[in-house]
Every structure is written in structure tokens, then in C-alpha cells.
């Protein structure tokens, strides 16, 4: 049995390179489409989120813009809060707020008379005395506890300074009406709202 040698003869080494010139033509075509769509989605994604990271970017300006704004503020917001009682019971503050401002400005208060609750947007008559009732009114909203004050005749000055400082107080209260007598010797009874919440 002889054997038979195989021989490359160079048609056929031309062949054979010819092919895995070919293969690795069609490899490399195929590596080369794959690494480009990765790259595209690659870029894709980075892309988004840089457009995410200008958009967060933009909210946090406007978040801290804002944050500055409201410190700029602060003391009008506590001064907001301020304007209306959120006491549980604003019938008994209210006494206790007008007591106090009379004390300052040494007024003795005789007698005091709960009157209705209102809301603050009726617009009540200026000079209007509330009818005496209950002394426990119910209040709640946006609306006014009334109290009718009755008090000894203060001095002229006295009773300017009471005004103004009732005015100016803070929850906010307000004076219905004044009716003083042609001599000014004496004071009819005050009514005085305190805005509730």
C-alpha cells in the first residue's frame, strides 16, 4: 500500500488564501457593522442623558431660585401666618388680647359681650354694634369672632392710642364702629372682630 502525498502547488495556496482572505473580509464587515450600531446606541444613551442632566440641572436651579425666594420672604410668611387666630378656642383669646392692650394703655374694662360670628367678606356696616348672644360663638372658616367691649371713660389720648394698637395687632383684629358722646366724656361699647381661621 503506498501512500499518496499531498502537494500544494501554488494555484491552490492561492486558492486557500483567497478564502481566508474572503472569510476574514466578511468577519471583519460584520465585527465592524456590529461595533457601529453599538457605538450608535451607545450614543443614543449618552445623549439622553445628558439631555436628563441639562433638564435636572434646570429644575434644581429653579428649586434652589426658588429656596432663596422664600428665605428672601421668610418674615412676610410668618407675618401671613400671623394675621388670623389658629387658636382652638379664639372666643377666649380674643378677650385675652384685648385685655392685654387695655392694661398697656390703662383702660379698665368693665364688661365684655360675645357677639355673632361673620364672615370676613360680608363686609359688615362700619358702626354696627353686634347684638349681645351666647358667650360662646362658633367660628371657623376664613371668618370674625365679634366681642363687645365696654370699658370706663379713658382719656382722649388713652383711648386713641387703645384704637391703634387694636388695629395694629397681630392676629388681626379690627374695630367695627366708635360712637362717643358730644361732651367725649364717655364711650359707647367697642365692638372689636378677630379674624379666625
Do not use: C, W
Not at 499518496?4 to 495556496?13: F, M, V
Not at 388713652?158 to 364717655?186: C, N, R, W
Amino acid at each position: 500500500m503506498s501512500k499518496k502525498k499531498r502537494t500544494l502547488n501554488a494555484s491552490t495556496l492561492r486558492t486557500v488564501f483567497l478564502i481566508l482572505l474572503l472569510v476574514a473580509a466578511v468577519g471583519g464587515a460584520g465585527l465592524f457593522t456590529y461595533a457601529v450600531d453599538r457605538l450608535k446606541e451607545y450614543a443614543v444613551d449618552v445623549s439622553h442623558k445628558k439631555a436628563d442632566a441639562t433638564a435636572s440641572n434646570g429644575n434644581i436651579q429653579a428649586l434652589v431660585k426658588t429656596q432663596k425666594e422664600l428665605e428672601a420672604n421668610k418674615d412676610v410668611l410668618e407675618k401671613v401666618g400671623l394675621l388670623k387666630s389658629t387658636s382652638q378656642f379664639p372666643e377666649f383669646q380674643v378677650v385675652d388680647e384685648i385685655k392685654e392692650i387695655a392694661a398697656r394703655n390703662s383702660i379698665q374694662v368693665t364688661s365684655f359681650n360675645y357677639g355673632a360670628s361673620t364672615d370676613a367678606s360680608s363686609g359688615a356696616t362700619p358702626g354696627a354694634t353686634a347684638t349681645p348672644t351666647t358667650p360662646a360663638p362658633v367660628a371657623s372658616g376664613g371668618k370674625t369672632i365679634a366681642l363687645s367691649v365696654t370699658f370706663t371713660s379713658p382719656s382722649y389720648l388713652q383711648f386713641l392710642q387703645f384704637t391703634y394698637d387694636i388695629e395694629q395687632h397681630l392676629p388681626k383684629m379690627k374695630i367695627q364702629g366708635i360712637d362717643v358722646s358730644s361732651s367725649g366724656a364717655s364711650i359707647a361699647p367697642l365692638t372689636i372682630e378677630m379674624y379666625i381661621q
